[in-house]
């Protein structure tokens, strides 16, 4: 039979077809709750695409709006009896749109740059986070942020210390019996401003039995890159971290930030064929512990938690029960569920600051959940939502502090602060 | 002079008025895909008055409207007609007020059905009709269609529920009907507006009857070798003087396609069909009605009884019956959803020719239906593209609402006529019915521009003979 | 016999009409009562009477003759009495198939013998199918069952152009096309009449209980009797004042204060739970099934004037400022409060009563209905008490069925 293709890899049509316009999607949409639009909703979208394959319709200026309004949260799929792959169809619109040129403006092409320049190359990244740190010791920024809005203003995260951002041991031993040997993805972000975050995830592991490579050749996932639009760069950077962890030879690839995880799964249909055993090796750090079993901690601590689902690790790899249950395994810990945890939290990669209004209104929604469960501490694992529930707590003046779940389980084996 | 969209942005506001080719292509179809209608524009109001602006300014410059909730429907009913302004309520998505002591709420229409549940829980309390849609449906979309769903067996469907309405009408007045007593004096003009399909006006507020959440609920499971005998393990439930909340059955194509899906919940296989039943009420009733629900399924054949141990189980099978319709787009890229309703002592043999029909005509049918009800939902999988497999399916679909007519039953249960079924309508009603019919909407709608097209025949009824009656080709009523 | 009963005794044959010493309704002298039996000559009958511009009076039963405003005009008597039978009882299914002039307790024992119950329990001794459904009238167990348009499942209806329609049909779940029973029920046949229904039944419950008890002083009794009427099993939940309470033959004799009346229905279990839960709170004494029927009987015939009686419409939460008001005067009171109805009845100083049941609606922000009033206080009163925003719209539909006002004229609500 003849597929119709106009504008739009021939893939996102087949995709499209197994949709059957049920709509169980929409309520699951953030930009469709705010909105109230079908045009801004999964299947309204969806029906863009399939449109414009179908030579209904044109590639224009509505999807390449509706495009990079959604937030790529992925709880469609997650809601979906039909098994729609939308993150996937997603990505290969945008890159289509881009292609097109339909992005105009000067924004696209400088979040190229430096999606392409700087986030990749370590060096680069340190430099540019160097003189944000400068900067903020120097209180340099403080004037410079007078200039931003106040939601912007409280995004910006505090640049850690030098020593929290230097970058760790090749390999970490296993403590006790060896477990496994794994492989660890340090990321762009993640060591740079949550360096302790890598570095307690490392004492994690190790502490659990598994003895951790950390190959040096290692770049970035591509996640930020795919989002953007640009698939053909996210697909090279696939092809070199493949390599490099295939030829780490370990069980598995623990990834400790939830949008990394779920773009290097990804590399299943980015790069087809050479990406599957990959991806296929590619946990999540609390995954895999929760899969193993957590051995026993040692130090309680105490308070209300409320775990907030990182998208790309509820709807993007299916984890949601296992860092519930590492978390319960805390003396001390309360787990108090909040209405709204598996929805976005309007991070979105870089969408809070590309589209600010929207993301601001999907995460006053999250905020109001969280705020009526009153929590004392709120656990996420992945560094883009970790910095926009910080700010949301910033802004609402909340007491409750934002920390990646592997920080309290390091922090139950061996109280840092005690 | 102003343009319409013009008019429109000036009372809803710029961002709420949508007019872009795009946008509206977007618009063109509800849950029904087929025959697809591209509005004029689309307004988003806010509340009542935006509405009822939105209707005046409709009727100056001559242009139908129809009222959207989001647009699950399986019949068309939110369907535009040529140069309709689409009025889409969901952003009159709040809760206006929760009486728990009297057991009523007041909601605007664009609150989903499954979020007021949640809202009311607090309160020991839930609204009862849950279309499986009920996750993303609106329940002014339910008032329009008068939605049901699995547990309508015990406590009936939308329109059990609805006490009074707010209504803008289609002459742009505001008019409230019934009363929260329940005794509005009068007409029952509230029964007659629930299940209208958005045809008698626009409902602006609802409100609701809210139930006590059952003490205990008790779920069991039946494993059949076939669909027919778990038929007749419902008709021996109905008998034993039982009122379970839910009977419901899922073949086993369903369940195949559930298991494949994120609502996959351990159904075997292998099953020929599965029986749900749903017991619920006071806890200390419930071990002997399970015993003897258990006992009737083993009798007709189940190989298997599973009883929910929690409500986390519980919930799965819940959630697997609930996506099942979604789940048919793994089987193919289209679907066509039949909602017939026949007398529940004929399920077993109702089934078995519905198969058959199924099987002579070749095509990809599954089941999963609300047998407690005699509601069956046969579901035919196709593929638009190919011309000979639509033509068959139309055929199939026709033969099965005639043989379900043929023994005392309707084409539609719960999702309502719409353009969907408007020409097949003459299976059940006369001419003299359907005009008693239009008496009622010429009373509320005297000159049809609120939802036109719906429920009324347009064409000649030949379907037999012409499957292009459907919908593909309309023959104008001469 | 008169000229026009020659007419229509040669139109519709000699068996449908029957002439009879006037009969007196509501200021109008009625010599002729038309009574098909089948529903082809009703239908040709209405058609006829529509064309000469005749006005009807719609009875089944007779039961409800009382009921409803004046007459606008008469001519004649329409009476569905001759329409009768038991055409479907399906056992396996629970439904029935009745025609209008079918007396409800003839139903009611066929379903019975077939293990299942008839959700209709107005009162009137030989109300009808029809007329029941068209008054949409209630009777004590009205909690327990629910209101009487869920029990139809369709309905025929011979309309006043002399059409014969059917609406709904004979399965649990329908919305092929608009609910039009919901319209007819309850339309007091201004709209059509219904000629056959079919109805949906219910199980037969496996355990019956009924109780009565003096309620304390130390207790609430709304909220007690509300807290009552929403346990699972509960049928019957009312609060008789002390007069009615001697007239149902409850045994209780009480001065002041109330009667509760309690019936359970359901699987043992869970009544036995009930009754526990009930004896945990007052002193309940075991009694048979004709204490409800005395409180349906006490509901059913005409007070003679210048009595009244009224039913009282308000949100539970309602029920004692509501009652507050009509305590105080000489007026005897059954309270439903699960369903937040108040029944009063009073036997002296007609316009006092009057007052005080609108006043104790209005403060109650309800309705009030009176089903029995005398004629003088009736006129020029819309005894259902609609509200004028929705006349309107009554009347378009009344326009639309029935344009030359053939049935019931004047007789329902909003004086349609």
């Known amino acids: 039979m003849a597929e119709p293709v106009t504008g739009l890899p021939s893939q996102v049509y087949t995709r499209s077809l197994a949709c059957v316009h049920c709509g169980l999607c929409l309520s699951a949409c953030p930009t469709y709750r705010v909105t109230g639009r079908e045009t801004s909703s999964p299947r309204g979208r969806i029906y863009l695409m399939r449109g414009v394959a179908e030579g209904r319709i044109e590639l224009g200026e509505l999807l390449a709006e509706e495009a990079y309004l959604c937030l790529g949260c992925r709880a469609c799929e997650t809601a979906c009896p039909s098994g729609v792959e939308f993150g996937a169809m997603l990505e290969e619109t945008r890159a289509a749109v881009d292609e097109a040129g339909l992005r105009g403006g000067l924004q696209p092409r400088l979040e190229r740059m430096i999606l392409r320049q700087v986030v990749p190359h370590r060096r680069r990244l340190r430099l540019l986070i160097g003189l944000l740190a400068l900067a903020q010791r120097t209180r340099i920024d403080r004037v410079a942020s007078l200039l931003l809005p106040r939601s912007l203003r409280a995004l910006l995260p505090e640049i850690p210390a030098r020593a929290d951002r230097r970058q760790p041991p090749e390999r970490i031993p296993a403590e006790g019996e060896q477990r496994g040997r794994v492989a660890f993805l340090t990321g762009c972000v993640m060591p740079e401003i949550f360096g302790s975050v890598n570095a307690a995830t490392l004492r994690v592991l190790s502490r659990n039995g598994f003895e951790v490579v950390v190959p040096r050749d290692q770049t970035c996932c591509g996640a930020l890159q795919a989002h953007a639009g640009d698939l053909d760069f996210a697909r090279g950077l696939a092809r070199r971290n493949a390599a490099v962890f295939e030829a780490a030879g370990v069980d598995a690839i623990v990834v400790n930030s939830a949008g990394c995880g779920a773009a290097m799964r990804s590399a299943e249909h980015w790069i087809p064929g050479e990406g599957a055993s990959y991806a296929g090796k590619v946990r999540d750090v609390c995954e895999l512990l929760d899969e193993v079993g957590l051995r026993p901690l040692t130090h309680s601590i105490q308070g209300r938690l409320c775990y907030d689902d990182p998208c790309h690790l509820i709807h993007g790899q299916g984890v949601s029960a296992a860092p519930r249950r590492l978390l319960e395994q805390i003396d001390g810990i309360e787990l108090v569920p909040h209405a709204d945890a598996s929805s976005c939290c309007g991070a979105a990669g870089t969408y809070n600051l590309t589209h600010r209004e929207m993301s601001q209104q999907v995460l006053e929604r999250k905020m109001d959940a969280l705020a009526a469960a009153d929590p004392d501490l709120i656990a996420t694992g992945n560094p883009g939502c970790l910095m926009q529930l910080r700010a949301g707590v910033r802004l609402r003046g909340m007491r409750a502090r934002v920390v990646h779940p592997v920080e309290l389980l390091d922090q139950a084996y061996q109280n840092p602060h005690g | 002079m102003p343009s319409l969209v013009e008019r429109l942005r000036s009372i809803v506001g710029d961002e709420a008025c949508l007019a872009r080719a795009e946008e509206l292509f977007v618009y063109e179809c509800d849950g029904l895909t087929l025959d697809p209608v591209r509005p004029s524009a689309v307004v988003l109001p806010r509340d009542t008055e935006q509405v009822a602006s939105v209707v005046r300014a409709c009727r100056e410059f001559g242009q139908p409207f129809v009222p959207r909730g989001a647009g699950t429907g399986l019949s068309g009913g939110a369907h535009p007609t040529p140069g309709a302004v689409i009025v889409e309520c969901s952003r009159m998505d709040r809760i206006l007020e929760v009486d728990a002591g009297n057991r009523i709420a007041r909601v605007q229409p664009g609150v989903v059905n499954a979020d007021l549940s949640v809202a009311v829980a607090t309160h020991g309390l839930f609204y009862a009709p849950d279309p499986s849609s009920q996750m993303a449906c609106t329940i002014g979309g339910n008032v329009a269609e008068n939605a049901g769903g699995p547990h309508t067996l015990k406590y009936g469907t939308t329109t059990n529920h609805v006490l009074a309405l707010e209504l803008v009408l289609p002459d742009g007045a505001v008019s409230r009907l019934g009363s929260a007593t329940g005794f509005a004096p009068g007409y029952d003009l509230v029964g007659a507006v629930v299940g209208s399909e958005g045809t008698l006006g626009i409902v602006t507020e609802v409100t609701v009857r809210l139930t006590p959440i059952p003490e205990g609920v008790e779920t069991l499971l039946g494993i059949f070798p076939d669909v027919v005998s778990a038929c007749r393990a419902v008709g021996r439930v109905i008998r034993s003087g039982l009122v379970p909340a839910a009977l419901e059955i899922l073949d086993q194509r369903t369940i195949r396609a559930v298991e494949d899906s994120v609502y996959a919940a351990g159904l075997p296989r292998d099953a020929g069909a599965v029986l749900v039943a749903e017991l619920d009420g006071a806890a200390c009733a419930l071990p002997a009605q399970v015993e003897k629900v258990r006992a009737i399924i083993g009798e007709e054949g189940a190989s298997e009884v599973r009883v929910a141990r929690d409500e986390q189980e519980r919930a799965l099978f819940w959630k697997a019956r609930k996506g099942a319709f979604g789940a048919m787009g793994r089987l193919a890229p289209d679907l066509y959803v039949h909602d017939a309703v026949v007398p529940r002592a004929v399920l077993p043999e109702i089934l078995a020719t519905v198969c058959e029909i199924g099987d002579r005509h070749g095509v990809t049918l599954s089941n999963v239906f609300h047998a407690g009800d005699g509601n069956l939902h046969p579901n035919i999988s196709f593929d638009r593209r190919d011309p000979d497999e639509l033509r068959r399916v139309i055929a199939a679909g026709t033969e099965i609402l005639e043989a379900c007519v043929r023994v005392g039953g309707v084409i539609t249960g719960e999702h309502g006529i719409g353009t969907e079924k408007r020409d097949f309508i003459g299976l059940v009603f006369n001419e003299a019915d359907l005009d008693a019919m239009k008496r009622v909407r010429d009373a509320f709608n005297p000159d049809g521009v609120c939802n036109p097209g719906k429920i009324f025949p347009t064409t000649r009824f030949c379907v037999e003979s012409n499957p292009k009656a459907r919908g593909y080709d309309r023959v104008p009523l001469a | ?416």
């Not at chain 3, 001519?75 to 479907?88: N, P, Q, R, Y």
């Not at chain 3, 609430?220 to 001697?246: H, I, K, M, S």
Request: proline share 7%.
């Open chain 3, 1 to 416: 016999m008169s000229a026009l009963g020659e007419e229509l005794r040669e139109a519709l044959g000699a068996e449908s009409i029957v002439e009879h010493p006037p009969v007196e309704w509501d200021g109008h002298k009625l010599e002729l009562t038309f009574r098909p039996p089948d529903g082809d000559r009703l239908a040709k009958g209405l058609a006829l009477l529509s064309e000469r511009g005749l006005a009807a009076l719609v009875r089944g039963g007779g039961t409800r003759s009382h009921w409803g405003n004046r007459a606008e005009r008469a001519d004649l008597i329409l009476s569905t009495e001759a329409l009768t039978g038991i055409d479907t009882l399906d056992t396996e299914d629970g439904v029935v198939h009745v025609a209008a002039g079918t007396r409800l307790d003839e139903v009611r024992a066929a379903a019975n013998s077939g293990g299942w119950e008839l959700p209709l329990d107005p009162p009137g001794e030989g109300t009808t199918v029809g007329g029941a459904l068209s008054a949409a009238a209630i009777g004590p167990r009205r909690l327990g069952f629910g209101p009487p348009r869920d029990c139809v499942l369709g309905l025929e209806v011979a309309l006043a152009s002399g059409e014969r329609t059917r609406c709904g049909g004979r399965v649990m779940k329908n919305v092929t096309g608009y609910d039009l029973a919901k319209l007819y029920t309850g339309a007091f046949g201004t709209l059509g009449v219904i000629e056959r229904a079919w109805l949906r039944l219910r199980p037969l419950p496996a355990s019956l209980e009924v109780r009565v008890a003096e309620v304390p002083s130390s207790v609430d009794p709304f909220a007690l009797t509300l807290e009552l009427a929403r346990r699972t099993t509960t049928r019957v939940a009312a609060l008789v004042g002390p007069g009615p309470a001697e007239r149902i033959g409850s045994g209780c004799l009480i001065e002041e204060g109330w009667v509760l009346v309690a019936e359970f229905a359901g699987d043992s279990p869970a009544t036995e739970r009930d009754l526990e839960w009930l004896e945990g709170r007052v002193d309940a004494l075991p009694a048979d099934a004709d204490v409800v029927g005395g409180l349906r009987r006490i509901q059913g015939a005409p007070v003679a004037p210048p009595g009244l009686r009224a039913r009282i419409a308000v949100l539970p939460s309602a029920l004692p400022e509501t009652c507050a008001g009509l305590e105080a005067s000489d007026l005897e009171l059954v309270v439903h409060p699960g369903l937040g109805l108040v029944y009063v009845e009073s036997h002296a100083d007609l316009d006092g009563s009057l007052g005080a049941v609108d006043g104790a609606a209005a403060r109650g922000c309800g309705s009030a209905m009176y089903e029995s009033l005398p004629s003088q206080a009736r006129a020029g009163r819309d005894v259902f008490g609609a509200s004028p925003d929705v006349v309107p719209l009554m009347r378009a539909l009344k326009e639309r069925f029935d344009p030359t006002g053939t049935l019931n004229p004047g007789r329902f609500a909003g004086g349609l």
